[in-house]
């Protein structure tokens, strides 16, 4: 089957501009999730969708921070407008249970906010 | 929160040497899971643990839950350059609650 799948590997923006990400979970996996991990730190929790709705999005940064899942199939990550703050790699992951399942990652969209 | 505290947070050691990470948790854990990121790649899945005094192996590597499932260890034996790369753990934050929280991660060179 084929895996997560993020796009676009790299965005280079200017502040103030909008980026948009968009992750393709695993067919059937209702549960998404995304991740960020700044420069030299911890990979950070941003928000998990079962299937189409919101079940935790006690991660996201700000409201410049937004993320849809329409259909409940891909989803993306919007940044309106970006800040230098938000450089880093954001990761999507999904899995099929909710519990003690793993979860299958893409492979990050590296984001540089200058 | 779940807080997952990895230690050491950098690992350097000659190849063929064993080592352990170790990842200890605040609350008890109800599924936790190792992955390993290399630079510029995904994570990628090892191994998941859910009971207390689990112990799973995959080639060279070991990972254990201890009887309290409050910490982790993984063990690498012989360790190879294919090895290097950040270790990761990651937790259900408890039970019913679906966020999967990490570590900060363990960065591991092997050195030739």
């Known amino acids: 089957e084929a895996g997560v799948t993020q796009f676009p590997s790299h965005s280079v923006i200017e502040k103030g501009q909008t980026v948009t990400l968009r992750c393709d979970p695993i067919?059937?996996?209702?549960?998404l999730y995304w991740y960020r991990r700044v420069m030299g730190k911890e990979i950070k929790f941003l928000l998990h969708?079962?299937?189409?709705?919101?079940?935790?999005e006690s991660g996201m940064p700000n409201n410049r921070f937004l993320a849809e899942r329409t259909g409940g199939t891909y989803s993306t990550l919007k940044v309106q407008p970006a800040e230098l703050e938000d450089s880093g790699v954001y990761f999507c992951?999904?899995?099929?249970?909710?519990?003690?399942?793993?979860?299958?990652f893409g492979q990050g969209t590296r984001l540089t906010v200058v | 929160s779940q807080e997952l505290e990895q230690s050491p947070q950098s690992l350097i050691v000659q190849e063929g040497k064993n080592l352990t990470i170790n990842c200890t948790s605040s609350?008890?854990?109800?599924?936790l899971y190792w992955y390993k990121q290399k630079y510029g790649e995904g994570l990628i899945f090892l191994m998941m643990?859910?009971?207390?005094?689990e112990e799973k192996s995959h080639e060279k590597i070991t990972a254990k839950l201890d009887e309290k499932k409050q910490q982790s260890s993984l063990h690498i034996t012989a360790s190879q350059p294919s090895h290097a790369g950040i270790y990761l753990c990651?937790?259900?934050?408890?039970?019913?609650?679906?966020?999967?929280?990490f570590g900060q991660g363990t960065r591991l060179t092997i050195n030739p």
């Open positions: 643990l859910q009971k207390g005094g």
């Open positions: 609350k008890t854990l109800y599924g």
């Open positions: 067919s059937g996996h209702d549960n």
């Open positions: 969708f079962v299937k189409e709705s919101k079940q935790d």
């Open positions: 990651g937790a259900d934050s408890i039970q019913g609650a679906q966020k999967l929280v």
């Open positions: 992951a999904s899995r099929r249970g909710q519990t003690n399942t793993e979860a299958f």
